[in-house]
């Protein structure tokens, strides 16, 4: 496989009572979302697989450690995936789980992501004690977000609020911004109802009001390019509308190329029963001026359409750029 594309290679028949003689080891990192991620996956192969045997192995990884700056500063998206797949190239691991908006375009040679668990809700949660939105929080109010894309939308909304970093799991976050330290900050959606923490979302922001990050609710597993049992049993587990629509947001990343200080957006829809879908990507700099969107209908019915609406989306956006939009900061 080339690890420049996304594409999904799986046996198409649904996988059945696989006997398992060892225990398969899931590597991913310690933080309660990600156990949180992992245990539904072990649930799925369970229910798919009676008997089977999984240990987790916790890693902690360079994005885990750095809580004091903005992963954009300090190398991006593979922080959170380094350490997992060396453990997965090494063997100390049979596959890795990761949320698919943390992972890189280009995977490691010999690895690929061979399932997609079904998406959760891609959209952001907006908390706040002084609004229900973000068009409602008082002039000069102060958001906390380390997430560039959010900061972006958010500026380029109301340019007069303030951004601050906030760094932290779910709890962190919240128990900040009890104590006044922002006024508002955002959440994934899908991160709080995978933790069970979804009765606390009042306000949900609408993709256009805040598109969501590439992937973002979706949730991959890696392993070995040539573990053909293990891709057996994740078959079992893999959602096709999934694999789609991440499919068409990674390749529309993948084109745009852009460092880790560009903010980027993109959600595809679940394809309608005469396989159109509806395709909206988004560039910016990351102080929110010249915000760049495009949107796209099309059929979407495999892989290789969904890839080629990425591709599409990405080449047309980019075209549309001054030279230095991708690498500003």
Same mark, same amino acid.
Request: with cysteine.
């Given at each position: ?22 225990? +398969?080891?899931? @590597? ?6 990600? #156990?949180?991620?992992?245990? $539904? /996956?072990? *649930? ?92 409602? +929080?008082?002039? @000069? ?6 997430? #560039?894309?959010?900061?972006? $939308? /958010?500026? *380029? ?173």
């Amino acid at each position: 496989m080339n690890n420049n594309s996304f594409c999904i290679y799986l046996n198409s028949k649904t996988v059945t009572n696989i006997t398992m003689t060892t225990t +398969l080891k899931i @590597g991913t990192r310690a933080s309660p979302l990600a #156990l949180a991620q992992t245990e $539904i /996956v072990i *649930a799925q192969l369970k229910a798919a697989h009676p008997g089977l045997q999984t240990e987790i192995v916790k890693i902690v990884t360079s994005g885990d450690r750095i809580q004091d700056r903005a992963l954009s500063e300090a190398g991006g998206k593979g922080l959170f995936t380094k350490e997992i797949e060396d453990a997965l190239l090494a063997g100390t691991i049979d596959c890795a789980v990761h949320s698919m908006k943390d992972m890189p375009t280009i995977l490691p040679e010999g690895l690929v992501i061979s399932c997609l668990l079904k998406r959760e809700d891609p959209r952001d949660a907006f908390f706040s004690h002084k609004a229900k939105t973000i068009d409602d +929080l008082p002039h @000069g109010a102060t958001v906390g977000t380390s997430s #560039l894309r959010r900061q972006a $939308i /958010v500026l *380029a909304r109301r340019p007069d609020l303030k951004v601050a970093l906030f760094r932290g799991n779910v709890g962190t976050r919240l128990k900040k911004l009890e104590e006044g330290v922002v006024d508002a900050t955002l959440l994934a959606v899908a991160g709080l109802n995978r933790l069970g923490q979804g009765h606390l979302i009042e306000n949900i922001l609408e993709p256009d009001v805040m598109l969501p990050a590439v992937a973002q609710g979706a949730v991959g597993i890696e392993v070995r390019d040539n573990d053909a049992h293990t891709k057996e049993l994740l078959a079992a587990i893999h959602c096709r509308i999934t694999e789609l629509r991440v499919t068409a947001e990674r390749a529309f990343l993948e084109t745009m190329d852009g460092s880790c200080k560009t903010p980027l957006a993109a959600l595809m829809s679940e394809p309608d029963p005469h396989h159109r879908v509806r395709f909206d990507v988004l560039a910016a700099r990351p102080d929110g001026k010249d915000v760049k969107k495009a949107s796209y209908v099309a059929q979407v019915s495999n892989v290789f359409e969904a890839r080629q609406l990425g591709l599409l989306a990405g080449k047309e956006l980019k075209e549309k750029l001054p030279a230095d939009y991708l690498t500003s900061k």
